[in-house]
């Protein structure tokens, strides 16, 4: 027996070596995620280029000698998804107060701050450089001493060593030079971007109202909205480039206006335009000087700023039709910002019927009233691509604004609108802003309420963070540019400076049964009930469109 099992060996070990040989390799072990990716964020690696020192300029290397004795290098301590905030010690707290913000505590700027910024304090005075340099490390030191982050924020927050001059090369440059004394900022983009003003809307001070001086003091912690800003730049960026197959037509090419202008845009033919199913207006309005500063460039006020589709001798037709008769239809709305540079992005789906021949199409843009004509140099692109399943195929304008007054509501009578039988989406949209503040501060400071019925439902927006002082900070994240001059902070009716108007989306869908009428309707309110007279005013509007 002995001979056989030796003899049956080689046939065995044979089918186990070709066993092994066709088993599957283990699978490689994951890799542990980035810090960068850790904290959510998109990696961009240091771009070599050429760079400058102007807004917009692709920064250089960054090399600093530190007040604690190390040298930090953009290129080899940076993570690839920092920002860089350059705060000089001649920022002030106030108009009559040359008291440095350095001297502020730095646990509130921690306290905003998003984990992805690295923030560089840069002796600017020429008194003792290395004295405020030491005592700003040891505000850090006594700021950290405590605090359950201490190791991560250490590393983040840089004092320079000297003075400016002994930092020397591009940043030395910038900070002496036109744009700088504010201080600078690096996005995510490694482009250079000046800094705003940092009143702190908590800090109001009735001296300096009296001296008639800007009224609201400096706080450092504003600089933490910078980064934010920063943040949110990308983010919408990365969900722009995400979008496939758009197709971007352009009405205004980097082209300084002001007032108001018209153009016209070729769009694809009317067999393309039956493919998209999603219209996003992307707004830039930066400083006519794209290579100066911002204030004292940029315009100083927050106008409303629309942009309209003239429908006049367009074939709207029953496939786009409106209940009644309109020259133009708003595309979109925006509230320019106080002296800084924006851009904006909304959806402006409802355009798409009206666009659905394709071809030429004129546009009004309306940036200021004539009484101060600010311009910006404007980049407008019209992006259309398919998201969704369904297209619209009807807009059906409802209604407008007017006087937000115990008028308000007179002549809104219903509107019955006929529900193609192949629908298969309803949508109520409007664009509502409230201005002016008569009476109860209305309509810009005070929750105005917009009731919208569909069929037996009603549908309800109002804006109860008005009252908010600080209502305005939250909408960084969405758009908003923060850091302005005047009263950017404040929260409103609907809107704020430096930021697009959402448009207010209700789905009716359930209330419309298709190839049946459909019974619209509308009121606005406060507190509930009809609008008192010389509530100032209400910009609004309104449609029904329908998808299929």
Known sequence: MRPAVLLLLPAVVATAFLAACTEEPPPEPTPAPSVCEQMGLTERAWQEGETGILRHDLAGPVD???????????????LPCDVYVFLPDSL??????????????????????????????IPTRNTDPTGAANAMQARIDDALADHPEADWWRDRLHVAAGHVDDVGGWVEALMEGMGGQRGFGIDRFQRIR?????????????????????????????????AHHYNAESDRQEALDAQEDVTV???????????????????????AMAE??????????????????EFGSCGAWDYLVHIYLYTQDLDVGPEASTTRSTRRVEAARFVSTYHREGRYVVDATHLLPY?????????RYDISPPWNPQAYLTKMDFRLHKSADVRPTQTHYLWGGRGFNSNYNVDREPEVIDIPA?????????????????????????????EFTAGDSVYFHEYPDQSDNEGCIEQVHNGMTPNQGGTWWFGRGGWCPGQQVEPVVFDVTAD?????????????????????????NIVLSSWLVIYE
């Open 64 to 78: 600093i000698l530190l007040a604690d004795g190390d040298v930090w290098h953009s290129d080899r301590d940076a």
């Open 92 to 121: 002030r707290v106030s108009q009559l107060d040359s008291t440095s913000l350095w001297e502020q505590g730095v646990e509130d700027l921690i306290s905003r701050s998003p984990d992805n910024v690295r923030y560089f304090f």
């Open 194 to 226: 000046l800094l705003g003003n940092f009143a702190d809307v908590t800090q109001f001070d009735s001296a300096l109202q009296n001296a008639e001086a800007w009224p609201w003091r400096a706080n450092l912690a504003y600089a933490a909205y910078e």
């Open 249 to 271: 037509v352009t009405a205004w090419q980097d082209e300084v206006v002001g007032l108001w202008v018209e153009n016209t845009a070729e769009f694809p033919s009317a067999d």
């Open 276 to 293: 998209f199913d999603t219209l996003t207006i992307d707004l830039t309005m930066d400083c006519p000087d794209p290579a100066g500063p």
């Open 355 to 363: 666009l659905r021949n394709g071809g030429i199409k004129k546009f």
């Open 422 to 450: 192949t629908a298969r989406k309803v949508e109520v949209r409007a664009i509502i802003s409230g201005h002016g503040a008569d009476v109860n501060q209305c309509a810009e400071f005070c929750n105005h309420q917009h």
């Open 512 to 536: 419309a049964t298709p190839g049946q009428p459909l019974t619209v309707s509308y009121r606005g309110l406060f507190n509930g009930v009809t609008p008192p007279d010389n509530s100032g």
